[in-house]
Structures are given as structure tokens and as C-alpha cells.
């Protein structure tokens, strides 16, 4: 059929206008995205923010955009530096002061940096933004830049291949019981090849609960104190120590663990040190709700008195114009960022949903905060009495707060998601539409299931990984939201924690926390003094860590951590670096050689290993570096470590007694590269 000059015309226009179009278009930049915490040195400051990088596709310039909330004081002023965060980097780009919207960065040369080694920086996890605040003039806020994964739409990740959770080799159930316990024992192997995983989960969560708080007054009354407290924090360390290596709920132990360092109180706020059986009262309810239903665990931790007092939410009251007063922000933004949705939205695959601009979207405002703090007034210590004071009442650390209803602010409030609590619902009321709503968002399954994958698995989880574990969060097979237990199971029994194939996966595993590499070793060997007793106190320096003994409420790392160097180059989180240096690389190895030569004559409270599983192999070097390698490599320990090992082994003098040769490769396999990473 013949085209008329005219149609073709207008074809031709349409074509010229479609071309001129994608000309004008520009190329997709390349997102590169920072989330802030407080830095070294600003351990009291509760400060947080997502800063974003869009790279041009030519590589000559870059947007860059910083929000941030809740600084301590006033800030002086933000600016892009190379290196490690830490006030060790050097200044390559200013900011200024404020919120920072859309700012371009022209690269050019500055100071020693070209403005290829600039952009290299950025492509390589090396470069980190700063807030100066007049508190914290050397770094208040800060955080490593690493590429960005989101989108605009969603398409959900492929299945994964099928793996056989049927067939378990002594490595497999080694690997298995490194993520589920507080380190393999042999015969803890033995029970997970007799009975397989699934019948071993389900027999761990039907345990009953073993509890801190009586295991602290019971080593309080076996070792009182002399001091004015009856009941001191030495005693719930003990008692935490010995619980972890000793008691048959391991899984559920575990899980505690892991909940504690999301939802995070600590021995070091003033007025929770001299509250041991508290924390151990705390630590206690996280267990129990470890397998229970999310919703019941947010209302419990809300409600806590222990978190009342650690975020100000205990006594909280309205705001008062006349005296210039508000309520009190800080619980009510720590249970959105930290514990249930984050800053930003996400994909149920965790990754970010961007805007049409490609930036990330933010969960809520600063004015969602002020409606939040408002809707969270009027709980106080529970009181059976009549007419109970709001402030007068006695510390009940052991029953949930109460509502004092004239001390709630009844006005109107629009929270997350732009949810409106009406006016004078009541406390109670705007309390449970509040955790409803918190907990039926779409990030709290992303959000949290990628903490709790961390804490077990793998700092690094893949996409599908995160969206299967997360559509258990969403729904357990019997629409049911929030199963705990089903998510432990899920994340446990996943194809990326399973499968030996991931193995070879350098984004897979995680570095264990010291905590993990102590209580491995004595577990392993069955530890303990001749007193009873596990007088292991404040290992702050020895360990980096005390159980409940974090320094902010960030825990003692942020789950996004980055570490400089091949792992930020590689775009891979590193949670655990964050208490990693040159220093606590010694100080963990010394803690691990002590636990190791004890003497012939130990002290009554020195723990002593039964190292008779060892001294039985002690004259087959190959066999008892199987051994090692199985408890605390789960049989991943390199080819030429083992050997050089082996071959250390056998420059000993023939003279060496058995005790001694077991000894001296237990050291070297726990304080090896092998041991330390969790694969």
C-alpha cells in the first residue's frame, strides 16, 4: 500500500523527535549509598542519616545527598574524605552545613587526589562522608559509601537450586551447629547426624527456656558479694557465661543472642548498671519470645522497663507549651530505625525502593517522630496500687509498664505510613494501633529477617536468600505473620546456609563475634572450674565485647558496617570489623592462649578444658587436626593451613607430652584466619 508524503512526513518527525529524545536523555548514573552512625569517639551520640552518591555515567561528576537527624548539638559542618572512617581519611570534598539536597560534585584535583583517584575511591568503598558537630568537632556522624542496590519496581528473585536436607555429613553438621549454637561439641555433631536438622530444631524449641535471672540469683548465693548490692553485674555475666556454654537450649540461647543486639539495652547506661537481675530479666524475655510471634516480642520489649529507662520511654509525658517542653524522641525513633523498619523503604528482597529521581525513600520524618514520641506518653513502672503516681511509683523492673492515662497526650497524631490516631483513643489504644501498624509495614520482614540472618548466617545474604526468609516473616504457611519460629527454621534450613556449594562464595560468611570464638573452645571441651563456677567479668578489653554491655544502642557494630579495602571493593558489609583491630587481634588471640595452658595446678575459679578427646589423638597429627578443623572450621580450614599445622606438629620434640601437642595445635587452629570467619 502506498505511504502518502504526508504520512511519511509525520513519520519521519515522530522518529526525529524519538531520536532527539534518547540524545537528550541522560545515560543511568550509578547509585552509591552510605548509612551514618555515630563515629569513634561519639559513642554517646544517638545520631543517624543515609547519605547517596549518584555517580554520572561518564564518571565526571556526581550528585550527592545527605539526611541525617538527632545530632547531639549543632553541626559545624559535612565533607567527603578518602579512607578508613575513623578521622583518619583525607578531604577531598565540601558539603557544608545542613541537609544536603542534590549537591554536584565537578571532580577536580584536591590536595594528593586526582580526579580519577577520587572517583576510584568512590567505586571502591573508600570514601566516607563526616559530620562535625560542636560536641564532636573531629566526626560525629559518618559512613562508608558502597554501591547501591534498588529500584523503582520489583521482580521477585529466582528460586533457588533444591538442596537435600536429608543427607548430613559430620562437616555439614558442624557448619550447622556453628550457626545455631554457641559452638559443636562432638557429640552435638553425633545428635545432628542421628536425628537430621528438622528433628533437631523442633527438639531444641520445645526446651524449656533456661533462665539468666535464676542463674544469676543462684551464683549471687553461692558467691555473695560484699559490696552494698547483694546482686552485682559480675553475677549475671557469670551467669550469662556458664548458660551459653552449658545449657541444653542452645538454639534458643542463640536466637537470645541475637535479638539482644538488635534490641539493645545496656549494663552501661547509668541507670541499668546496678540492675543486674533486670538485664538478666530482659535477657530472659527475649528468649522467650525467641520463638514466639514478632508482634508479642515489640510490644514486650516496648513495654520493658529495662528499655523504658535505657530510651527514655518510662515516664514520658506530653508536651507542655507553657514550659517549653516535649516529649521525649528517643524511643520513639529507635523502635522505627532499629527495631522494625529502618530508614528507608525496601523491597521484600531487603533491597532499596528508589524514587523517579533514583534515591532512596525515606520510612518517615522528623515530624513522624514528634507524632510517634506523642502517641508513646503516659507509661510508667507498674503499680497495683489504687491511685498510683506516675512519678512516685517504685522501680518494677519484673511487670510491663503501665498507662497512666492522665499523663498520655490524647491529641490527634498521624504516624509511619500516614496511619491517624484519633484524638482521645486513649494510651492503650494508640499503642496498639501504633505496634500494629509497625509491625504489618512492609520493611519490618526485610528489615529485621536481615539482622537476624546476620547474626546467624552470613553478613552478606543474597537477595533470595532475604526474600524467602522474608516471606515466611509475612507468612508461615498458615497465615500467620510474624512466626519466630518458622523464621529461625527458614533461615537455618535455607538452600544459601545449607548447601556446601556456597562454600566457594567469597560475599558468603561472616566473622565471628569474639564472644562466639570463647565460648566455641569452651564448649567444645567441656570447661569448667572447681568451683562451679564461669568468673569470666567485663571482657570489654579482652574480647571487645560483654554481653549486654553494648556501648550505644547501635550495638557494638552497625549491621552495614563497611571495612575499607578488597571488601568494601567487592560491595560486601562487614559487621564485625567494626571491633576489629590491630589491638583486639591480639588481645582475642591472648584471651583464646589463656583459656588454652592453664596450669597443672589451676585456681579453684580458673575454667580448665577437658582437652582428653585431643590427648587420645595427640600421636596422629592428621587426626587431630581433623578434629580441630571439624569444631571450629566445620571442616573448611585450608589445605595448606592444615598441613603447615601438621608439619609444626612434627618439629616438636619426641619428648612432648600429649597434653602439650593438643594444646599446641588447639591454639593454632582457634587463632588462625580459618577459625575466626564463619562459613
Given at each position: 500500500m502506498a505511504i502518502s508524503l504526508r504520512r511519511l512526513s509525520l513519520c519521519l518527525g515522530c522518529l526525529t523527535a524519538v531520536l532527539t529524545l534518547r540524545a537528550q536523555t541522560p545515560a543511568p548514573s550509578t547509585l552509591y549509598i552510605a548509612n551514618l552512625g555515630p563515629l569513634p569517639g561519639a559513642n554517646a551520640s544517638s545520631a543517624s542519616g543515609t547519605a547517596t552518591i549518584q555517580l554520572s555515567a561518564d564518571g565526571t561528576t556526581a550528585n550527592v545527598d545527605v539526611v541525617f537527624s538527632n545530632l547531639s548539638s549543632e553541626e559545624i559542618t559535612a565533607h567527603l574524605k578518602v579512607g578508613g572512617v575513623g578521622n583518619t581519611g583525607t578531604f577531598v570534598f565540601a558539603l557544608g552545613s545542613g541537609q544536603v539536597t542534590d549537591k554536584l560534585w565537578a571532580f577536580t584535583p584536591?590536595?594528593?587526589?586526582?580526579?580519577?583517584?577520587?572517583?576510584?575511591?568512590?567505586?571502591?568503598?573508600?570514601?566516607?562522608?563526616?559530620?562535625?558537630?560542636?560536641?564532636?568537632?573531629?566526626?560525629?556522624?559518618?559512613?562508608?559509601?558502597?554501591?547501591?542496590?534498588?529500584?523503582?519496581?520489583?521482580?521477585?528473585?529466582?528460586?533457588?537450586?533444591?538442596?537435600?536436607?536429608?543427607?548430613?555429613?559430620?562437616?555439614?553438621?558442624?557448619?550447622?551447629?556453628?550457626?545455631?549454637?554457641?559452638?559443636?561439641?562432638?557429640?552435638?555433631?553425633?545428635?545432628?547426624?542421628?536425628?537430621?536438622?528438622?528433628?533437631?530444631?523442633?527438639?531444641?524449641?520445645?526446651?524449656?527456656?533456661?533462665?539468666?535471672?535464676?542463674?544469676?540469683?543462684?551464683?549471687?548465693?553461692?558467691?555473695?558479694?560484699?559490696?552494698?548490692?547483694?546482686?552485682?553485674?559480675?553475677?549475671?555475666?557469670?551467669?550469662?557465661?556458664?548458660?551459653?556454654?552449658?545449657?541444653?537450649?542452645?538454639?534458643?540461647?542463640?536466637?537470645?543472642?541475637?535479638?539482644?543486639?538488635?534490641?539493645?539495652?545496656?549494663?552501661?547506661?547509668?541507670?541499668?548498671?546496678?540492675?543486674?537481675?533486670?538485664?538478666?530479666?530482659?535477657?530472659?524475655?527475649?528468649?522467650?519470645?525467641?520463638?514466639?510471634?514478632?508482634?508479642?516480642?515489640?510490644?514486650?520489649?516496648?513495654?520493658?522497663?529495662?528499655?523504658?529507662?535505657?530510651?527514655?520511654?518510662?515516664?514520658?509525658?506530653?508536651?507542655?507549651?507553657?514550659?517549653?517542653?516535649?516529649?521525649?524522641?528517643?524511643?520513639?525513633?529507635?523502635?522505627?530505625?532499629?527495631?522494625?523498619?529502618?530508614?528507608?523503604?525496601?523491597?521484600?528482597?531487603?533491597?532499596?525502593?528508589?524514587?523517579?529521581?533514583?534515591?532512596?525513600?525515606?520510612?518517615?520524618?522528623?515530624?513522624?517522630?514528634?507524632?510517634?514520641?506523642?502517641?508513646?506518653?503516659?507509661?510508667?513502672?507498674?503499680?497495683?496500687?489504687?491511685?498510683?503516681?506516675?512519678?512516685?511509683?517504685?522501680?518494677?523492673?519484673?511487670?510491663?509498664?503501665?498507662?497512666?492515662?492522665?499523663?498520655?497526650?490524647?491529641?490527634?497524631?498521624?504516624?509511619?505510613?500516614?496511619?491517624?490516631?484519633?484524638?482521645?483513643?486513649?494510651?492503650?489504644?494508640?499503642?496498639?494501633?501504633?505496634?500494629?501498624?509497625?509491625?504489618?509495614?512492609?520493611?519490618?520482614?526485610?528489615f529485621i529477617c536481615r539482622e537476624l540472618i546476620q547474626r546467624l548466617v552470613t553478613s552478606n545474604p543474597s537477595r533470595g536468600y532475604l526474600y524467602r526468609v522474608s516471606q515466611v516473616f509475612a507468612n508461615d504457611g498458615t497465615g500467620t505473620r510474624g512466626n519466630l519460629a518458622a523464621v529461625v527454621r527458614a533461615i537455618l534450613l535455607d538452600e544459601e546456609a545449607r548447601s556446601p556449594a556456597l562454600l566457594t562464595n567469597a560475599s558468603f560468611g561472616k566473622l565471628k563475634e569474639p564472644l562466639l570464638r570463647q565460648t566455641a573452645v569452651y564448649r567444645a571441651f567441656n570447661a569448667a572450674a572447681q568451683n562451679g563456677r564461669f568468673g569470666i567479668f567485663n571482657t570489654d578489653t579482652a574480647l571487645g565485647q560483654t554481653a549486654l554491655g553494648s556501648p550505644t544502642i547501635f550495638n557494638f557494630f552497625l549491621p552495614s558496617f563497611v571495612e575499607p579495602g578488597s571488601l568494601a571493593s567487592a560491595g560486601l558489609y562487614a559487621p564485625e570489623f567494626q571491633i576489629t583491630t590491630a589491638a583486639s587481634a591480639l588481645t582475642v588471640a591472648n584471651n583464646l592462649y589463656s583459656s588454652i595452658y592453664t596450669s597443672a595446678t589451676p585456681a579453684a575459679t580458673t575454667l580448665v578444658l577437658d582437652l582428653t578427646p585431643l590427648t587420645s589423638e595427640a600421636s596422629n597429627s592428621a587426626a587431630l587436626v581433623n578434629t580441630l578443623n571439624l569444631l571450629f572450621c566445620g571442616g573448611n580450614l585450608a589445605p595448606a593451613t592444615q598441613q603447615t599445622i601438621i608439619s609444626s606438629l612434627a618439629a616438636l620434640p619426641t619428648s612432648t607430652a600429649a597434653l602439650d601437642r593438643a594444646r599446641f595445635a588447639l591454639d593454632l587452629v582457634v587463632t588462625s584466619p580459618g577459625s575466626a570467619v564463619q562459613e
Open positions: 584536591a590536595g594528593s587526589f586526582s580526579s580519577a583517584s577520587q572517583v576510584a575511591a568512590l567505586t571502591s568503598g573508600n570514601l566516607y562522608v563526616e559530620i562535625d558537630t560542636t560536641t564532636y568537632p573531629s566526626g560525629e556522624l559518618g559512613g562508608q559509601f558502597l554501591k547501591g542496590s534498588g529500584s523503582q519496581t520489583f521482580t521477585p528473585p529466582a528460586a533457588p537450586p533444591a538442596v537435600n536436607l536429608n543427607v548430613v555429613s559430620q562437616s555439614d553438621a558442624a557448619r550447622f551447629l556453628t550457626q545455631a549454637t554457641f559452638g559443636p561439641t562432638l557429640a552435638d555433631i553425633g545428635t545432628v547426624l542421628n536425628q537430621g536438622y528438622v528433628p533437631w530444631i523442633s527438639a531444641q524449641m520445645a526446651m524449656t527456656p533456661t533462665s539468666h535471672l535464676a542463674a544469676t540469683r543462684a551464683d549471687a548465693a553461692a558467691f555473695p558479694n560484699t559490696g552494698t548490692f547483694p546482686i552485682v553485674q559480675n553475677n549475671r555475666e557469670a551467669a550469662w557465661w556458664k548458660t551459653s556454654v552449658t545449657a541444653p537450649d542452645q538454639l534458643r540461647q542463640r536466637v537470645a543472642f541475637a535479638l539482644s543486639e538488635i534490641f539493645v539495652t545496656s549494663q552501661v547506661a547509668s541507670s541499668l548498671a546496678n540492675q543486674p537481675e533486670a538485664m538478666a530479666n530482659y535477657y530472659d524475655m527475649l528468649a522467650g519470645d525467641a520463638f514466639g510471634n514478632f508482634r508479642q516480642l515489640l510490644q514486650d520489649v516496648t513495654l520493658s522497663p529495662v528499655m523504658g529507662n535505657y530510651l527514655n520511654m518510662l515516664r514520658n509525658q506530653p508536651a507542655n507549651p507553657a514550659k517549653g517542653t516535649a516529649a521525649d524522641e528517643n524511643y520513639a525513633r529507635e523502635v522505627m530505625q532499629l527495631l522494625s523498619i529502618g530508614l528507608n523503604q525496601l523491597n521484600p528482597d531487603g533491597s532499596l525502593q528508589l524514587d523517579a529521581t533514583g534515591q532512596p525513600i525515606p520510612t518517615y520524618t522528623p515530624a513522624t517522630i514528634v507524632q510517634t514520641a506523642n502517641a508513646l506518653t503516659g507509661w510508667g513502672y507498674h503499680n497495683a496500687a489504687a491511685n498510683p503516681s506516675f512519678t512516685g511509683s517504685a522501680a518494677d523492673w519484673y511487670n510491663p509498664m503501665q498507662l497512666y492515662p492522665s499523663f498520655h497526650d490524647n491529641s490527634q497524631k498521624t504516624i509511619v505510613n500516614g496511619v491517624v490516631l484519633p484524638a482521645s483513643e486513649g494510651g492503650a489504644a494508640d499503642l496498639k494501633t501504633l505496634l500494629d501498624t509497625l509491625f504489618n509495614h512492609q520493611n519490618t520482614a526485610p
